[in-house]
C-alpha cells in the first residue's frame, strides 16, 4: 500500500511510501530495510501509529547504499561514504552561497564604478 499523492508534492523529503512498497521499489527485502534503520543509515518518517513512510530521497539513499554493498562496502564503508557524500554537497552549497554572495558583491561594485563614470568624477 502507498500513501502516494500525485497532487502538489512539495518535496522529495515528503514520507509516502509503506515499507513494503519501498523495499519492491528497491528491490530489497523489508527486513533488509528495517536493518538498515537499525544501523543508522536510513531514518524514515514515522505515523502516529508507528507506521514507516519512506521518502523519494530515502529510497535514493536506499539506492546508493545498495550500489556501495554491490560493490563489496560493509555497512560501516557504506556509512562513512554516504557521510563524506553529505559533507561534500554540504561545502557544494555553501561554495554556491558564497560564489552567489561574491557575484552580487561585484554587481554593486561595477555599478556603482558605471555611475561613477557616468557623472565624470575622478578618485
Known amino acids: 500500500m502507498s500513501v502516494r499523492r ?20 528497491v528491490d530489497m527485502h ?3 530495510l528495517r536493518l538498515y534503520e537499525r544501523v543508522g543509515l ?12 519512506y521518502s523519494d530521497e530515502d529510497i535514493e ?5 545498495q550500489r556501495l554493498t554491490g560493490v563489496g562496502l560493509n555497512l560501516a564503508g557504506v556509512d562513512m561514504v554516504l557521510d563524506l557524500i553529505e559533507r561534500m554537497e554540504a ?7 558564497e560564489m552567489a ?4 558583491e561585484m554587481e554593486r ?4 564604478l558605471r ?7 575622478r578618485d
Open 91 to 97: 561545502m557544494r552549497r555553501e561554495l554556491e552561497r
Open 42 to 53: 536510513v531514518k524514515p518518517a514515522r505515523t502516529e501509529n508507528n507506521i514507516r513512510l
Open 61 to 65: 539513499r536506499l539506492r546508493q547504499i
Open 101 to 104: 554572495r561574491r557575484e552580487d
Open 109 to 112: 561594485e561595477i555599478q556603482r
Open 30 to 32: 523489508p527486513q533488509t
Open 115 to 121: 555611475r561613477r563614470a557616468a557623472t565624470g568624477r
Open 6 to 25: 500525485e497532487t502538489n508534492r512539495t518535496s522529495p523529503a515528503e514520507p509516502l511510501y509503506v515499507i513494503s512498497v519501498a523495499a519492491k521499489l
